[in-house]
């Protein structure tokens, strides 16, 4: 008898996927500075807050529009799915992981907090850890894989 997946147990990747969305809320959402903790207001901040805002929105929306049908909110791929090496991932391997730190950075510049910018480091770290097995499932799953990773950088483009 096959054993079920219990998501509690975190086989596919759950508890990633709630430790983000508490991240990107708490960088979005959370306090704006903690005891003095943030930096004075710039235009050069905001303008590249905006930026970073508007294009990790971008990324974003553009990854998951490209995934369609493999979307899932688990790290595990599908059993169904394919590869997808075209639009946004032709520039990183994970965009909607982009996009959504590009989110968090370009907030933090926006609202000027030190606070926010460590939140967004934070969740820059998370996601990289959770692409880690992530990873090793589309490896298994694709044998493409492994060259499209020499191809395409994980995270941030040209450089990660």
């Not at 508890?15 to 930096?39: E, I, K, R, T």
């Amino acid at each position: 008898m096959k054993s079920q997946n219990l998501w509690w147990k975190g086989e596919h990747g759950e508890w990633y996927v709630v430790a983000q969305v508490g991240l990107f809320f708490m960088a979005v959402l959370g306090p704006l500075s903690w005891w003095g903790w943030s930096f004075p207001a710039s235009k050069l901040a905001s303008v590249v807050g905006s930026v970073f805002l508007l294009s990790g929105s971008l990324l974003f929306i553009s990854g998951i529009l490209r995934l369609g049908a493999n979307l899932t909110a688990l790290p595990y791929p599908k059993p169904e799915s394919t590869l997808i090496v075209t639009g946004p991932y032709r520039i990183v391997r994970h965009p909607m992981y982009s996009g959504a730190i590009l989110i968090a950075f370009g907030w933090a510049l926006l609202i000027h907090s030190w606070l926010a910018i460590g939140t967004a480091l934070v969740l820059f770290v998370l996601f990289d850890f959770k692409s880690r097995p992530e990873e090793a499932w589309l490896k298994e799953k694709f044998p493409d894989y492994v060259a499209y990773q020499q191809r395409v950088r994980k995270l941030v483009p040209l450089i990660y």
